[in-house]
């Protein structure tokens, strides 16, 4: 199981742009679905973006759509949430997790996103301030 750290956030003004790294202590498989999330104070933790590798087809929920890109550069052992046209809703703690095994079809259509939000086990995130 391969463990995961997040990087890249800051603050940001509005309409402005910030990438997130998640480096994975591993080599990420074909069949690994590896996602973003993010939890704002008093909200629950909400999936936005997940890619399966193999075939690296992607998902992305509505709030996010359009402006942020999720992709892996895999000989870094790096996922990325490329982030553009910021708002002051993104801020928040984002965390990226991944599973291994997991069906493609879940993986983008955002199954795995909303069943793997549930679980307890996170790194530490990286903060996210728009203003």
């Known amino acids: 199981h391969v463990q995961l750290v997040e990087s890249?956030?800051?603050?940001?003004?509005?309409?402005g742009s910030?990438?997130?790294?998640?480096?994975?202590?591993?080599?990420?498989?074909?069949?690994?679905?590896?996602?973003w999330f993010r939890q704002?104070?008093?909200?629950?933790?909400e999936g936005i973006?997940?890619?399966?590798?193999?075939?690296?087809?992607?998902?992305y929920t509505d709030s996010v759509k359009g402006r942020f890109?999720?992709?892996i550069d895999n000989a870094k052992r790096t996922v990325y949430l490329e982030m553009n046209n910021l708002?002051?809703?993104?801020t928040a703690m984002y965390y990226c997790a991944a599973d291994r095994g997991v069906d493609h079809y879940d993986c983008y259509t955002g199954g795995w996103?909303?069943?793997r939000?549930?679980?307890?086990s996170w790194g530490q995130g990286t903060q996210v301030t728009v203003s």
């Open 8 to 15: 890249g956030g800051g603050s940001a003004q509005a309409a």
């Open 87 to 90: 708002k002051p809703d993104d």
């Open 18 to 35: 910030l990438r997130l790294s998640c480096a994975a202590s591993g080599y990420l498989y074909p069949s690994y679905c590896v996602g």
């Open 113 to 115: 996103l909303n069943r």
């Open 117 to 120: 939000k549930q679980r307890s």
């Open 49 to 59: 973006a997940s890619i399966y590798l193999e075939g690296g087809g992607t998902y």
């Open 40 to 45: 704002a104070p008093g909200n629950e933790r």
């Open 69 to 71: 890109t999720i992709s």
